[in-house]
């Protein structure tokens, strides 16, 4: 049985920086690709960053240059950096393992940026 369950979310204040982990459990991440999604209030889920079972990686444009995301196959472990948090990043970020519409998810962890 595949979980994903993510931590590291929080309250942050504006220029501030979080690291988002996603740990997995029942298969292996390196075999699939990985993304991060947020989710705002009244807005869709959309897509921040990916990484393939490659090692290539995705951003969304709102987040190039201040986001990273890596994984630690030792850990089965997927991470998003972020760095110069601006209050429009505050949403729920989940983790996804496969693809959004027949892959997993986890429970999501809320990040806030504000001063």
């Known amino acids: 049985q595949v979980q994903l369950v993510e931590s590291g979310g929080g309250l942050v204040q504006p220029g501030g920086s979080l690291r988002l982990s996603c740990a997995a459990s029942g298969t292996l991440i390196v075999i699939y690709t990985m993304a991060w999604y947020r989710q705002a209030p009244g807005k869709q889920r959309e897509l921040v960053a990916g990484i393939t079972s490659s090692g290539r990686t995705n951003y969304a444009d709102s987040v190039k240059g201040r986001f990273t995301i890596s994984r630690d196959v030792a850990k089965n472990t997927v991470y998003l950096e972020m760095n110069s948090l601006k209050p429009e990043d505050t949403a729920a970020y989940y983790c996804?393992?496969?693809?959004?519409?027949?892959?997993?998810w986890g429970q999501g962890t809320q990040v806030t940026v504000s001063s």
């Open positions: 996804n393992l496969g693809s959004p519409t027949l892959g997993y």
